[in-house]
């Protein structure tokens, strides 16, 4: 079984591990049935608690990440229909007069253009530097 996400791989990893480390722990202690059965109960409890804790900071995590996505996406489509607006209008003009000022309006409109493209691309890398240092956290 193959993750595409290290973190998620690493939480499997580390509770799996620790549910092996656990078992194996108490079946080799000598100890009577009954307080054998009480251990597993507690190192059951302990492994299901760190799993949700695991879940939540995840759920979290994907929820932040998912926020700064939609404001981002929010701010490019903003910017680019600025631009596109920009170029419609001098589009429209050029078509109804011989004015000199349009080729500074289209220039304008494509510069709009390139600001919601570089804000989109530092959206991007700032998503991923964030989930780097997530997975550095974890």
Do not use: W, Y
């Not at 990893?13 to 049935?33: E, H, R």
């Not at 995590?61 to 910017?79: M, N, W």
């Not at 003009?93 to 304008?108: F, G, Y």
Request: proline share 1%.
């Amino acid at each position: 079984m193959g993750f595409k996400n290290k973190g998620v791989a690493f939480i499997v990893g580390a509770v799996a591990g620790s549910v092996v480390g656990s078992v194996t722990a108490l079946l080799f202690a000598p100890k009577s049935g009954k307080e054998l059965r009480s251990d597993i109960k507690a190192g059951t409890g302990k492994v299901i608690e760190a799993g949700s804790e695991a879940f939540d900071h995840m759920s979290e995590t994907v929820h932040e990440v998912g926020k700064k996505l939609e404001e981002g996406t929010a701010k490019v489509v903003h910017s680019a229909k600025q631009g596109v607006q920009s170029v419609v209008s001098s589009v429209k003009q050029r078509c109804n007069s011989e004015d000199s000022q349009q080729p500074e309006q289209e220039k304008q409109g494509g510069e709009s253009l390139q600001q919601g493209h570089d804000m989109l691309q530092e959206q991007g890398e700032s998503l991923q530097l964030n989930e780097r240092e997530q997975t550095l956290q974890n």
